[in-house]
């Protein structure tokens, strides 16, 4: 794959930020966009509603160049959010939440060889990476069970098997350790630079793109089979942490969802709604919509808020009455919806720039992020897997 000749450093990228003057956008994470337009070889940057500032490039960013830049997707290609019906006789959160299997502990394709799971598997795990199967990770990932709430547009929705009151899966993961590695073998030797090779660099993402998939179908799998419910093709699965070639340019996405003509689930927080949008941006937006909230507190600042605020059970039982397992106490308080903008304001930003139509909204029932110590799922998974041990 060829790459174009680079336009002078004097003149940098274009940055359009689709966001309203009512929108709390860092200044920092701006600083971070026109240092990405100064880049040799860039061309535009796409600024979404819930941009923030990330490690070395900002989160909430499209951005399209003649050179090939690795470090501006990040470590963990593939990362996306996937939306999976499930239906299920009852939905008591209480109840379902205690019956979330451990999302901590991978699949081993030879100890758990027998896991239901499996059966959404089709061919050879991409890159042979077997590390981490099945589970969610940690930082803002989470697998929800939510609720269709309001539909905005009945036959879209229809179109998408979904209605009012239905019962769903939302899946945000990406590709765990294999982008982490992917990133790491270019940057040991070429830091921030330029891909030398941009066809292996995009074999290798590629790859990873595929991991993260078949890895939010897996843990979709684990957790309709422990609720007692039959698993299903997701309606939605669109990767916000990818790249690709639109006539000839590559399109570095971090935190940014495709937008061509693609169903998004734009995820609020584990305390609001999210939102299910049809997705129409075009070349000033780089064919691309937000994500997701987006963070307007650090995690240092959100630990340190939150612990002021509020205690540890207040965290457990949010605002719309849904329940979130996380035995790690750091990361509620890291991830309290507070930490993040409001949703409806993301929304109404890709609105009124024309970006994205609303289908409908999701409202969470329970919340997963890590598993509670304590739940009986946990314990009897761990005495099941201290007998396989045994046996073997």
């Given at each position: 794959?060829s ?10 990228a274009t940055v ?9 956008i860092e200044?920092?994470a701006?600083t971070?966009?026109r240092?990405v337009?100064?880049?040799p070889g860039?061309?535009h940057?796409?600024a979404m509603?819930?941009l ?9 960013a499209?951005m399209a160049?003649?050179?090939l830049?690795?470090f501006?997707v990040?470590?963990d ?5 996937a939306?999976?019906?499930?239906r299920l006789k009852?939905a008591v959160?209480?109840?379902?939440a205690?019956?979330?299997p451990?999302?901590d502990r991978?699949?081993d394709p030879e100890?758990?060889a027998?896991?239901?799971a499996?059966?959404?598997v089709?061919?050879d795990?991409?890159?042979g990476h077997?590390?981490?199967l099945g589970?969610?990770?940690r930082?803002n990932?989470?697998v929800?069970?939510?609720r269709?709430?309001?539909?905005f ?5 229809s179109r998408?098997?979904?209605?009012a009151?239905d ?7 990406g ?7 992917i ?10 630079g330029?891909a030398?090779?941009?066809a ?11 991991w993260?998939s078949?890895?939010?179908r ?17 309606v939605?699965d ?6 690709e070639v639109h ?10 969802a495709?937008?061509d003509g ?6 609020g927080?584990r305390?609001?709604a ?7 941006a ?5 064919h691309?919509?937000?994500?997701g909230a ?10 340190r808020?939150s ?5 540890v059970e207040?965290?457990?039982r949010t605002p719309?009455?849904s329940?979130?397992?996380?035995g790690?106490?750091?990361l509620?308080?890291e ?7 409001r949703i409806?304001?993301v ?7 024309d970006l994205a139509?609303?289908?409908?909204t999701?409202?969470?029932l ?15 998974e761990r005495?099941?897997d201290r007998?396989r041990?045994g046996r073997?």
């Amino acid at each position: 794959m060829s790459q174009h000749q680079s336009p002078p450093q004097s003149t940098p990228a274009t940055v359009t930020v689709f966001a309203s003057p009512a929108s709390w956008i860092e200044s920092e994470a701006l600083t971070q966009c026109r240092q990405v337009a100064a880049l040799p070889g860039m061309i535009h940057v796409a600024a979404m509603p819930d941009l923030h500032p990330g490690k070395g490039a900002p989160v909430g960013a499209a951005m399209a160049s003649t050179v090939l830049y690795p470090f501006l997707v990040g470590s963990d290609i593939g990362c996306g959010i996937a939306v999976f019906p499930i239906r299920l006789k009852r939905a008591v959160p209480e109840r379902l939440a205690a019956r979330f299997p451990d999302l901590d502990r991978p699949l081993d394709p030879e100890r758990d060889a027998d896991d239901p799971a499996w059966a959404v598997v089709a061919g050879d795990i991409p890159a042979g990476h077997v590390d981490g199967l099945g589970t969610v990770g940690r930082g803002n990932h989470f697998v929800e069970l939510a609720r269709v709430d309001t539909v905005f547009e009945p036959g879209h929705a229809s179109r998408l098997g979904l209605d009012a009151g239905d019962l769903v899966l939302v899946v945000h993961t990406g590709s765990r350790g294999l982008g982490e590695r992917i990133l790491r073998a270019h940057t040991e030797v070429h830091g921030a630079g330029a891909a030398p090779d941009p066809a292996a660099y995009l074999a290798a993402h590629d790859d990873a793109v595929r991991w993260g998939s078949l890895n939010r179908r897996l843990l979709a799998a684990r957790v309709a089979h422990a609720l007692g419910a039959t698993p299903t093709e997701p309606v939605v699965d669109q990767c916000h942490n990818l790249l690709e070639v639109h006539d000839g340019i590559y399109l570095h996405r971090k935190g940014a969802a495709p937008g061509d003509g693609r169903d998004v689930l734009v995820a609020g927080t584990r305390g609001t709604a999210s939102y299910l949008v049809a997705a129409h941006a075009g070349p000033d937006a780089n064919h691309s919509v937000a994500h997701g909230a987006g963070r307007k507190m650090s995690r240092a600042d959100a630990l340190r808020r939150s612990r002021a605020k509020h205690t540890v059970e207040e965290l457990r039982r949010t605002p719309v009455g849904s329940l979130v397992v996380c035995g790690d106490r750091q990361l509620l308080f890291e991830e309290a919806p507070t930490a993040y903008k409001r949703i409806e304001r993301v929304i109404a930003d890709l609105v009124d720039h024309d970006l994205a139509t609303p289908v409908a909204t999701t409202v969470p029932l329970v919340t997963y992020k890590t598993p509670d110590a304590g739940s009986s799922t946990t314990r009897s998974e761990r005495r099941d897997d201290r007998r396989r041990r045994g046996r073997a």
